[in-house]
């Protein structure tokens, strides 16, 4: 009594049990780890020694690159990917669709004798031209303005992809138009790291510090789901929308907590680690696997690495993720919520900055009281949050993350800082006009003659918190597993910049009028305490005090993405960006029309999806049901037995279909509004009359999926993808 997908799935998990992973995964080594990437050491051993220094300070110190080490590099290059057997090369970048694109070239090339050389020039290495018509711009570039140019960013080392198909080595590249503008996501990333290096060293070097550079850190914390592949072909909605659209709560889902860091599955782990041996090979540092807590959910997190190659490496764990897991049978599920009632899925962002010295500026030390420096920075990141608290909850609006922000372990669209007990009691100082102590968090006993004493903590995590401090770095946790990093990160980069841009400003100015250094450090952090204290929230973000008390303070709560995109391009936005040269006028309010046309999009793909399955599954479904259970009372009338809860039922499931067939139409008549015009006004309509009709219409369709038999619904179930593994 099983859905035709079920009984494949369970066949196919039955036959996997039997006879194990196709392949026993080998040892691995710390000689793995970026074999296949153009590393420093690879650098070192491949180019000559002026060349190697010169690439080094371009990467280190971010010095131009002249074209004859272009030159040198593309033929190290060139050879050490042959010796890995490539064939052809990439440019690979990130458009404004949100995934990656490239292109791939032969290192082979003709000659006039009709043989062939292996060439790979400088100018190859450096530029690329892919057409740039057929990728979002925002109306920066019109369809037939077809010139776009890659450019190789020497800072993210390239790396080779192996496969049974072949083995292509890929050049981590910018993507700009012929007009010069960005159309990528790495562009402005790599401006908004040199704006905050700027203004970071201004105030390093009123501290006295010699470092001449200030890069920014993450680790994303990826989250995702795994399910059978037979249940994932014969969903529509997973396969066309990546979230189910129907699908009714199953008897057990997540509340008995038994998921969370529970056994791994061996099918799931076998697919996990061929993930992790792919990752590992091109320089991924991934350390972390578990269980996450809704069932079929989990998540693989990396250690920490600068900002841009962090960038290129998540969506490179996406990838991975999506392409491996057919491998084992499996579909990986990166929508931020694929299963209603559940978790969904977010891409935590530990971000931080350090310096050319090697010092992470966000380390409080054993006495952050005392430790003016640290408190200076983490002044201009609270300063930072609250100033453009709209622009961070905008970077990281979408249609699917509309669907998780505010819920099931999930920050709220509030944004709101988390520092804990130690950092709040310092700032309450601070603004009282002194610091006198650090509150410790001393030993914890565990009552167990046989266990160690751990070091407690200062204070606790707050895991309702968008924004949270956590020891030496802030998490930004309100980013969505589906999307990259670059954003959130651009956006975080270019707020703390405006941040440290003012510092700079107001203590170089009182510096020259005489001060005394600490004591302008002193005045200056009471006033940017006293002035942002509202963005501090350390209770839990879920609770309707919270959104009173909120409003109170004044901070925003943009409550869906039509909320929240219009920040993009507000005049404080194009303010800040055009200050710092990340992004200009032109560029955000392109970046504006494409988010509100990706979310216009999405929602018609997901209604007219709605409408597909309503039809020719459900509905389908329903009459036959109701065919049966009419069948069987006019049965039972005919034989002289009537059965009052049989003719209940049959009215029951009657007001059923009748119900769902009404609302069916209405969703196709709300579909059909023509959205010619403008995109906000068009966003809205799509939320405020779509969205709520495919809830309507949903409410329906799971009440009957309640009642049709199992062995004639047409669809897997909660039940089915969430617990068959």
Same mark, same amino acid.
Request: hydrophobic letters at 40%; charged letters at 25%; a neutral charge.
């Given at each position: 009594m099983a859905s035709a997908a079920s009984r494949e799935a369970i066949r196919a998990i039955r036959d996997w049990a039997v006879n194990g992973p196709v392949a026993r995964p080998t040892p691995r080594s710390a000689n793995d780890f970026g074999r296949l990437v153009f590393s420093d050491a690879v650098q070192r051993i491949k180019l000559p020694r002026d060349v190697y220094k010169r690439l080094r300070r371009t990467i280190n110190r971010g010095e131009p690159l002249d074209e004859s080490v272009a030159d040198a590099v593309a033929v190290a290059v060139k050879d050490w990917a042959l010796e890995h057997g490539a064939t052809h090369y990439t440019h690979w970048f990130q458009p404004l669709t949100g995934i990656t694109a490239e292109k791939h070239d032969a290192f082979l090339s003709p000659t006039p004798d009709g043989k062939a050389v292996t060439e790979f020039s400088g100018k190859e290495l450096i530029k690329g031209e892919p057409d740039a018509s057929s990728f979002p711009s925002g109306g920066m570039r019109s369809t037939f303005e077809a010139r776009g140019y890659t450019a190789w960013d020497p800072t993210s080392p390239p790396w080779i992809y192996k496969t049974a198909s072949g083995t292509t080595l890929v050049i981590p590249t910018a993507f700009i138009s012929w007009t010069g503008e960005s159309l990528d996501k790495k562009t402005p990333l790599l401006r908004s790291i040199e704006a905050l290096s700027k203004q970071a060293v201004r105030v390093l070097k009123l501290f006295g510090s010699k470092a001449d550079r200030v890069t920014t850190t993450c680790g994303p914390e990826q989250e995702y789901f795994l399910i059978d592949a037979h249940f994932y072909y014969t969903r529509p909605d997973l396969i066309g929308a990546g979230r189910t659209?129907?699908?009714?709560?199953?008897?057990?889902?997540?509340?008995?907590?038994?998921?969370?860091?529970?056994?791994?599955?061996?099918?799931?782990?076998?697919?996990?680690?061929?993930?992790?041996?792919?990752?590992?090979?091109?320089?991924?540092p991934v350390k972390t696997r578990h269980n996450e807590v809704a069932p079929s959910q989990y998540e693989i997190a990396p250690i920490f690495e600068q900002a841009n190659v962090a960038t290129d490496h998540q969506m490179m764990v996406m990838e991975t993720l999506k392409r491996v897991a057919p491998k084992h049978g499996l579909a990986c599920l990166l929508h931020e919520k694929p299963f209603a009632g559940i978790n969904g899925s977010g891409k935590h962002v530990n971000w931080s900055m350090g310096d050319s010295e090697g010092n992470n500026l966000l380390n409080?030390?054993?006495?952050?009281?005392?430790?003016?420096?640290?408190?200076?920075?983490?002044?201009?990141?609270?300063?930072?949050?609250?100033?453009?608290?709209?622009?961070?909850?905008?970077?990281?609006?979408?249609?699917?993350?509309?669907?998780?922000?505010?819920?099931?372990?999930?920050?709220?669209?509030?944004?709101?800082?988390?520092?804990?007990?130690?950092?709040?009691?310092?700032?309450?100082?601070?603004?009282?006009?002194?610091?006198?102590?650090?509150?410790?968090?001393?030993?914890?006993?565990?009552?167990?003659?046989?266990?160690?004493?751990?070091p407690r903590d200062a204070g606790d995590r707050n895991r309702t918190s968008p924004f949270a401090f956590t020891g030496n770095k802030f998490e930004f946790r309100a980013v969505s597993s589906n999307q990259s990093i670059a954003f959130p990160n651009i956006v975080l980069n270019v707020a703390v910049a405006d941040s440290l841009d003012y510092i700079a400003t107001e203590l170089e100015k009182a510096v020259e009028k005489g001060a005394d250094f600490e004591d302008a450090v002193g005045?200056?952090?009471?006033?940017?305490?006293?002035?942002?204290?509202?963005?501090?929230?350390?209770?839990?973000?879920?609770?309707?005090?919270?959104?009173?008390?909120?409003?109170?303070?004044?901070?925003? !709560?943009?409550?869906?993405? #039509?909320? $929240?995109?219009?920040?993009?391009?507000? *005049?404080?936005?194009?303010? =800040?960006?055009? @200050?710092?040269?990340?992004?200009?006028?032109?560029?955000?309010?392109?970046?504006?029309?494409?988010?509100?046309?990706?979310? !216009?999009?999405?929602?018609? #793909?997901? $209604?007219?999806?709605?409408?597909?399955? *309503?039809?020719?599954?459900? =509905?389908?479904? @329903?009459l036959g049901y109701l065919t049966q259970v009419a069948q069987s009372v006019a049965a039972g009338k005919a034989a002289g037995v009537q059965s009052k809860e049989a003719k209940k039922l049959l009215v029951h499931v009657t007001k059923l279909v009748d119900a769902f067939?009404?609302?069916?139409?209405?969703?196709?008549?709300?579909?059909?509004?023509?959205?010619?015009?403008?995109?906000?006004?068009?966003?809205?309509?799509?939320?405020?009359?779509?969205?709520?009709?495919?809830?309507?219409?949903?409410?329906?369709?799971?009440?009957?999926?309640?009642?049709?038999?199992s062995n004639d619904w047409p669809l897997p179930t909660y039940r089915e993808m969430l617990f068959i593994k």
């Open positions: 659209l129907f699908g009714a709560k199953p008897p057990k889902g997540q509340e008995l907590e038994d998921q969370y860091f529970g056994s791994i599955p061996e099918r799931v782990l076998a697919c996990m680690r061929e993930v992790e041996d792919e990752l590992y090979a091109i320089g991924v409080p030390g054993d006495t952050p009281h005392d430790n003016i420096q640290f408190l200076v920075f983490c002044a201009a990141v609270m300063r930072a949050v609250n100033k453009y608290q709209g622009l961070l909850r905008m970077s990281v609006a979408s249609a699917g993350n509309d669907h998780r922000l505010g819920a099931n372990e999930a920050p709220p669209a509030i944004i709101s800082i988390f520092l804990g007990d130690m950092l709040t009691g310092i700032f309450e100082q601070i603004e009282k006009g002194a610091t006198r102590s650090t509150t410790h968090g001393g030993l914890l006993e565990t009552g167990v003659d046989v266990l160690p004493k751990l005045k200056l952090l009471v006033k940017l305490t006293k002035e942002n204290k509202q963005i501090i929230f350390n209770g839990n973000n879920y609770s309707d005090a919270w959104q009173k008390e909120a409003s109170k303070r004044g901070l925003l !709560n943009l409550r869906n993405t #039509v909320d $929240a995109l219009p920040q993009l391009a507000s *005049a404080e936005a194009v303010k =800040l960006f055009e @200050a710092y040269k990340v992004l200009n006028k032109r560029e955000l309010e392109a970046r504006l029309e494409i988010n509100l046309e990706t979310y !216009n999009k999405s929602i018609n #793909v997901e $209604a007219q999806t709605m409408v597909l399955m *309503a039809n020719r599954y459900i =509905l389908p479904a @329903a067939k009404q609302r069916t139409e209405a969703l196709t008549i709300a579909i059909a509004h023509e959205g010619n015009g403008e995109s906000l006004k068009h966003a809205k309509y799509m939320r405020d009359k779509i969205v709520p009709a495919m809830a309507a219409l949903r409410e329906v369709g799971d009440a009957i999926e309640s009642v049709v038999p």
